[in-house]
């Protein structure tokens, strides 16, 4: 498998714009995280889906940020309008309820944001 | 809620023994991970604990104790690349996610 796969990997853009990020997880998980870590905050659960449905949103920061995932092979995360405190690093992960799965968490390599 | 502590850095030999300690506070449990994540990298999975005791994976290994609500990751035979930060995540009462700790930054030194 190749893995959670993100795009686009690094990302610069100005205050205001809109920016998405987008995630594949890996075929046949059913749980899909966003993240995002900062120096300052760590890494800090944005909001997680479980059959594509979102479970739970509390750590979305506020409503210029909003996530999707239209099927199980694909999720957004938007951030309408970009704000320079948004400059971060931005994983996605997935994990699987399978048998013989123990929940692990699968990272992506991630989407460097720069806001200016 | 949960809450995990770990150091924020440690500083090893190469070649030696390291013990990276996590504590933690949740509502209700469900298991705990150790993650390794290299600087500009994204996290990656080392270990998983539910049950007490040690587990062990090569040159890692990983310690829980529920009743203490305390855990460790034992690194041997230090390398170079072992340099890195350590993650403590633990899965609590809501099963599908995890609360990550901030970390403990290994540095090995030669």
């Known amino acids: 498998d190749a893995g959670v796969i993100q795009s686009p990997r690094h990302e610069v853009t100005e205050m205001g714009q809109e920016v998405t990020l987008r995630c594949k997880p890996i075929?046949?998980?059913?749980?899909l995280f966003w993240y995002r870590q900062t120096m300052m905050r760590g890494l800090e659960l944005l909001i997680y889906?479980?059959?594509?449905?979102?479970?739970?949103d509390s750590g979305m920061p506020e409503d210029r940020f909003s996530a999707k995932m239209p099927n199980a092979s694909f999720s957004t995360l938007k951030i309408q309008p970009s704000e320079p405190r948004d400059s971060a690093v931005y994983f996605c992960?997935?994990?699987?309820?399978?048998?013989?799965?123990?929940?692990?968490?699968?990272f992506g390599p991630g989407t460097r944001l720069t806001v200016t | 809620g949960q809450n995990i502590d770990q150091p924020t850095e440690m500083t090893a030999t190469e070649g030696a023994i390291v013990q990276i300690n996590c504590t933690y506070q949740?509502?209700?449990?469900?298991?705990l991970f150790w993650y390794q994540q290299h600087a500009g990298e994204a996290p990656t999975f080392l270990s998983y604990?539910?049950?007490?005791g040690l587990e062990e994976k090569g040159r890692f290994s990983s310690f829980l104790s529920r009743s203490k609500g305390y855990s460790y990751l034992l690194l041997k035979e230090l390398q170079m690349k072992d340099s890195a930060s350590y993650l403590c995540?633990?899965?609590?009462?809501?099963?599908?996610?995890?609360?990550f700790g901030d970390g403990t930054t290994l540095t090995v030194k030669p």
């Open positions: 889906f479980n059959n594509n449905v979102p479970i739970d």
């Open positions: 949740t509502s209700g449990f469900n298991g």
């Open positions: 995540a633990v899965r609590g009462a809501n099963a599908g996610k995890s609360t």
């Open positions: 604990n539910v049950l007490d």
């Open positions: 075929s046949g998980h059913d749980y």
């Open positions: 992960a997935s994990s699987s309820t399978g048998a013989a799965a123990n929940y692990e968490q699968y």
